[in-house]
């Protein structure tokens, strides 16, 4: 109580929160705002050790420690020093269906509906389905997280339990800090580039059509969770990426089409908006991680026309090029680059890469991340840590570009994967 009143501990939300906040308050009581997941685990587990794991992940990352209140000026958050709750270990192995038994208790607790006020944002839950066959259920309210933090909440609660395991001490945790995330934007919502950029939304959507609706009446709200889930055929998706692949678009991206044209069909309007959540990170220290293999994947793109690369084919030959560049330039080791390029290769085959590399250095002046005339690069230092670096000589980018050429031929390559 002392924290609630310590009104120098309380932080603003964030607009994306602030949405959040009040969709809830304006929806149905019954309404979820949970993201799950549930992470399948082949092979023993120590429960203790995975209950520590959860523990430390816990007190490295704020966003499973806040709690809200409602202020006369609005809601406001706090992040508490200690985390506070419990993580059930439930053995269903003796059920005649443990992943049904297991299955049946999630989605209880993912429709269950959390008072922002009152209410648990974040639980976790470990099942033993077998003594080598476990599952890891992993849920938070999306005001505190979204798909791309528990993501990385999930891949450090891994880390931490395989160190623990091994008798080591964990590698140092990367989160940030809440209030950095606040400081950016309000750094962001402060600055030129943000006028400029309601200025062009507001001018781009000036015009825009009315919403639509295939429902022929309006319906009272209801919350709950409504899902339907139909598997395409094997044939079906071959042939969406060969569409996909044909038209030089990403796999998500034939699929956004092919809903826009059920649209049109069912209502014969053609001048259609439709919304898309996307991740919004306006500032450099939170999109680094993200934007590795994109400075080199977007000139590959743009070089071969974006008909012979799709998106992610491109991307992850600029992983492989940046990590080149970074142990050209020291800012990393073989042994990591040597990870990084097993993880990409270790994904599929990917499309030769036959392009000039000075004409790759001539497109990379046209990067969004170039400032006069200086390209700014994403490269990596370890696993799951980079930095941006604006002193790479023109030589490394010629030579790691020569290296995809070579790599995409069976060429050698750092690490186990050897002859491609």
Request: aromatic share 8%; with cysteine.
């Amino acid at each position: 109580m002392d924290a609630i009143n310590d009104s120098s501990q309380l932080l603003p939300l964030t607009a994306a929160q602030e949405g959040m906040w009040f969709a809830q308050k304006f929806s149905s009581p019954d309404s979820i705002f949970n993201l799950a997941e549930s992470i399948e685990i082949h092979g023993p587990i120590d429960p203790v050790l995975f209950e520590g794991a959860l523990r430390q992940a816990g007190s490295e990352a704020e966003t499973v420690r806040v709690r809200f209140i409602e202020q006369s000026d609005g809601p406001r958050q706090l992040i508490s020093p200690v985390l506070n709750t419990t993580f059930p270990f439930i053995d269903v192995s003796s059920e005649p269906d443990p992943r049904a038994t297991a299955e049946t208790w999630m989605m209880a607790e993912l429709t269950r509906p959390v008072d922002l006020l009152t209410g648990q944002y974040w639980v976790c839950a470990l099942f033993k389905a077998a003594p080598d066959h476990y599952f890891w259920y992993h849920r938070s309210h999306h005001i505190v997280m979204d798909g791309f933090t528990g993501g990385l909440f999930a891949r450090r609660v891994a880390q931490i339990y395989s160190a623990l395991a091994e008798g080591r001490s964990p590698e140092e945790a990367t989160f940030g800090p809440l209030v950095l995330l606040l400081e950016e934007e309000t750094s962001y919502r402060g600055s030129e580039r943000f006028a400029r950029d309601r200025q062009y939304w507001l001018k781009h959507f000036a015009d825009r059509p009315a919403a639509l609706c295939l429902a022929d009446q309006r319906r009272q709200n209801v919350g709950g969770l409504l899902r339907q889930t139909t598997h395409l055929s094997a044939e079906s998706v071959k042939a969406l990426r060969a569409t996909a692949q044909a038209s030089g678009a990403s796999l998500p991206q034939i699929m956004i089409a092919a809903a826009a044209a059920y649209l049109y069909r069912m209502t014969g309007v053609e001048d259609l908006v439709i919304g898309l959540p996307v991740a919004a990170r306006p500032k450099g220290g939170l999109r680094r991680v993200l934007n590795l293999g994109h400075t080199i994947g977007h000139a590959l793109e743009a070089e071969t026309g974006y008909r012979r690369l799709l998106h992610g084919e491109a991307v992850a030959w600029g992983m492989i090029a940046a990590t080149n560049i970074a142990l050209s330039v020291g800012r990393t080791d073989s042994v990591t680059a040597g990870r990084i390029a097993d993880a990409v290769l270790s994904l599929g085959r990917l499309p030769e890469v036959n392009v000039s590399p000075r004409k790759i250095l001539t497109r990379l002046q046209s990067d969004k991340k170039t400032q006069n005339g200086v390209v700014h690069f994403i490269l990596p230092r370890e696993i799951g840590k980079v930095e941006v670096a604006s002193d790479v000589p023109e030589s490394a980018i010629i030579n790691a570009v020569e290296e995809l050429r070579r790599l995409s031929r069976g060429g050698w390559v750092w690490g186990k994967t050897g002859k491609g």
